[in-house]
């Protein structure tokens, strides 16, 4: 196995209006090459420049990259700093009144909080942890739904230093406990009931559940946020209302003050193996991570509306909701829900409402609401839109077109943003301003990022042919360890296989003749017929791009002659078919794969369902559809699965 073979074809491209370039923060490829040639000539002075320039600082840091105990490396490592400061208190002069967060619960009701009031909650709530004896170095987990108080509580963490650990609402008490387990929290931070989708959630009881289970001793307090009116079963001064804890409390906070290199967050990210990794993140480092990609991918200037729809249970909820665009004094929308409910117009409705400019989604979240009203959009006024986003999976064509013409009206760039929990923030994305789109790639690192698409000796491959993901030297934002276990984090992420000196993302990746990144999916996912390594990702595109499919996932499974055959999972745009119409659909798409991109990438075993399985933040999981294909009986933990049920459907041969 040496390179991997690129079987898409995509020759589209889309450059930014005149009026869009002339406007941007950086504006034209001569802005983006001269920032590339800046940090080529003098790495350190290049970062260093953005972190004066964008970070306020408490005590200026005179080192910037410490690479003495490789690959631990330290920035900024004698500044002095603290996050919730950057993020609120220094824009209080001028944007006191700004609106920091427009906030829409899973009901449609809608609140506006401004910089100051945000700052107010925010030192409420940081006294009230204080008064918990919770300072910094203390783990918190936060177990809450979104809206406001989540970004409070996280805030208010980083005000007095102590390190949080997000979980996300849809989790289990299992994996509750395993955080809680792994950090040695003393508090937790959770609400009685979450809303979503107009079910309640029961966040409270799940948390009272994993404090039975073991290794949960640590935890001293429970922090309860009344978010609706249902109880919550109290166990007396362990408990506490969030209400009660802020009473009397004084409205002003002095922030701690941190060493640039000391932890800001951890957040748990499951490998394809072994249990959920801890990454651990830096408050100097992370937040110029955030901090810049924020104001150079999406744009952001005053009078921007921006919507990122993530959950903050997710790295993309955590940079670009809580810190990239608070750090940056940007208004913008937060909701509570799903984007179906009440309707398949809730997005658009938003957008409209809320005179939205930059919106920030993932494509599984497109392609859902593509099968379910194509021509919803049309019906709303969506002209605010200026900048598009997608996050979290790699994008097909097909449904980047779809998001380019009737969700943006061919006007506004889309930002296809590779990045990882690991990396921190954004790595490679199109600067919209500067870099023209093609659909299906994630275009050009940013200025800073070193990336490379390499073989197995760490050679570069040549363009067209695929190989790892890799950046070739540390950036602040990247993660600094994995909590607990500094051998692992060793070995994932700087294996010796590059000699210790490449970050290996875990990601496959191709370049075309422009330069252009088009990520092909996880290494893990790679499938080899008949001696030809193929990625997922352009097999999934070549059937989405069929007009009857809405989505589709593939895997491989072992086979006599070729190794690995395909066998792709299909969600239809209609009714999910049964009986002969499923076998005659089969047969169609399989002939269309072959057309579409040749015979060795055709599938021979197909199979429908009405939904794939998915982890809640909405990447398939392709573990679980190996074993389907291959007939065995599931294993895995499919306790996070969003819809368990269609399994049976997926498992059931034509
Ligand atoms: C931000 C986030 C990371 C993995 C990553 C990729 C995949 C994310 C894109 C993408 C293609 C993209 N963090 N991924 N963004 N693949 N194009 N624009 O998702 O830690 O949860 O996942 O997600 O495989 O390694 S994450």
Known sequence: MSTLESILKETRSFSPSDDFRQKAIVSGMESYNTLCEQANQDYEAFWANLARELITWHK???RVLDDSAAPFFKWFDDGELNVSYNCLDRHLAQHGHSTAIIFEADDGKVSHVSYSELHRRVCLFANGLKSLNIGKGDRVIIYMPMGVEAVVAMQACARIGAIHSVVFGGFSAGAVRDRIADTAARLVITANEGLRG???VPLKATVDEALTLEGCDTVEHVVVYQRTNGGAHWQEGRDIWWHKLIEGQSEQCEPEWMNAEDPL???YTSGSTGKPKGIQHSCGGYLLGATNSFRWVFDYKPGDVYWCTADVGWITGHSYICYGPLANAATQVIFEGIPTYPDAARFWRMIEQHKVSIFYTAPTAIRSLIKLGADLPKEYDLSSLRLLGTVGEPINPEAWMWYYETVGGSRCP?????????TGSIQIAPLPGAVATKPGSCTLPLPGVIADIVDESGAPVEPGSGGFLVIKK???SLVRTIWNDPERFKKTYFPEEFNGQYYLAGDSAHRDENGY????????DVLNVSGHRLGTMEIESALVANPLVAEAAVVGKPHDVKGEAVVAFVVLKGARPTGEAAKKMAAELKNWVAHEIGKIAQPDDIRFGENLPKTRSGKIMRRLLRSIA????ITQDTSTLENPQILDQLAEPL
Do not use: C, N
Request: proline share 9%; net charge negative; no cysteine.
């Open 265 to 267: 967050f951890i957040l």
């Open 630 to 633: 291959k007939g065995e009986a």
């Open 198 to 200: 107009g079910k309640s």
């Open 414 to 422: 889309i930002v296809d943003t590779w990045w990882q929990t690991e």
């Open 60 to 62: 200026p840091f005179s």
């Open 474 to 476: 540390p950036f602040p």
């Open 517 to 524: 990144v088009w990520i092909m999916g996880r290494v893990d």
